[in-house]
Every structure is written in structure tokens, then in C-alpha cells.
């Protein structure tokens, strides 16, 4: 299944100059029960093999980028700010990468469930913002996600969708 993995991560690594990534459950997950992401620093973890997946690829040569596009509900519900959130971000792809690669750009919706916004997934906003910021086209972007919104924000912004599960090789 690992190198079913490899084989399809380097397939798409060479279609795709743009990787967007949700963050709960694809790249990182909590470890305190009950809650849907972390609200403080040392209550997340990488998901597996996204460390490794990710070491693989060159966010150095100027032909990669990176964006996180996150729901952090939290945010409105009060249970973190909004500078925390992003700091765990920020965190999340430092312990995932091993830096803070220079084309990286985090997104995050902290509307309240049920608003009209453009930007919570599974609207497009979040994926269409990073694709804008680095000037890059839905056809050279894949979004990687775990969620059914996940799928339904990339089916609206034009882009390339896959699994997690399948990106990262994670056993059914």
C-alpha cells in the first residue's frame, strides 16, 4: 500500500504546482477526545505517513506551493483566537515539513456554522484565495482533503481532489 502511495503522490506532484490541504484529519489530528481540532499547543498530532509523504518533495525549488485551507469554528465559538489557531497551523506544517516553506499560504474560515460565507468549506473561497495568491490555475492545483466538503469545495473551485487516505497510503 506504501508504494501504491509513492506512486501516486509522485503522479501528482507532477501535474500539480499547487497543494492545498485541509488540516484535521488529513494533515493533523487532536488528541483530546471530543474535540474536532486542537485548541492549544501539545493537543494534535501528524496523521500517519504525512511527515515522510511530505519530506519527499521539493517546497525549496520555487516550483511548489503549499496552502492549508482550514474550518476553525472554534474561533467563532470561543474556544481559541484566531491567533492561536493560526500558530497551530503554523506549527503543523513546520512539524510536518520540518520549516515553514517561503510559498505557503494558510487559509482559515472562523465564521460561525451556518453563516453565508464564501470561504467555509464546503464553498470554494479558502481554495480560490490561495490559487489567487500565488497566481496558479485550478488545473495545476490538487486540494487533499477527508472530508465530503472537502471533495465538494474542490468540485467548486475548479480543482483536482484527493483523499487523504489515498495521498498520504493509509490502510482502509
Known amino acids: 500500500m506504501q508504494h501504491e502511495a509513492k506512486r501516486l503522490t509522485m503522479r501528482a506532484e507532477q501535474m500539480t504546482k499547487l497543494f492545498i490541504f485541509d488540516a484535521d484529519g488529513t494533515l493533523r489530528r487532536t488528541t483530546v477526545p471530543g474535540l474536532p481540532s486542537p485548541r492549544n499547543p501539545g493537543e ?3 496523521m500517519p505517513n504525512v511527515k515522510n509523504t511530505l519530506n519527499q518533495m521539493d517546497w525549496n525549488s520555487g516550483e511548489l506551493f503549499l ?3 482550514s474550518n476553525q469554528d472554534g ?3 470561543g474556544d481559541l483566537t484566531e491567533e492561536m489557531a493560526y500558530r497551530l497551523l503554523q506549527d503543523m506544517v513546520v512539524e510536518a515539513i520540518g520549516y515553514f516553506p517561503l510559498h505557503t499560504a494558510i487559509e482559515m ?3 460561525k456554522l451556518g453563516m453565508n460565507c464564501r470561504r467555509k468549506k464546503p464553498k ?3 481554495l480560490l484565495d490561495i490559487m489567487h495568491t500565488f497566481d496558479i490555475p485550478a488545473k495545476q492545483t490538487l486540494f487533499v482533503g477527508d472530508m465530503e466538503w472537502d471533495l465538494e469545495a ?3 473551485a ?3 481532489f484527493m483523499w487523504a487516505k489515498d495521498f498520504f497510503g ?3
Open 44 to 46: 494534535w498530532k501528524l
Open 67 to 69: 496552502g492549508i485551507a
Open 75 to 77: 474561533v467563532s465559538l
Open 109 to 111: 474560515c472562523t465564521c
Open 124 to 126: 470554494p473561497g479558502m
Open 154 to 156: 474542490a468540485r467548486r
Open 158 to 160: 475548479g480543482v483536482r
Open 170 to 172: 493509509w490502510p482502509d
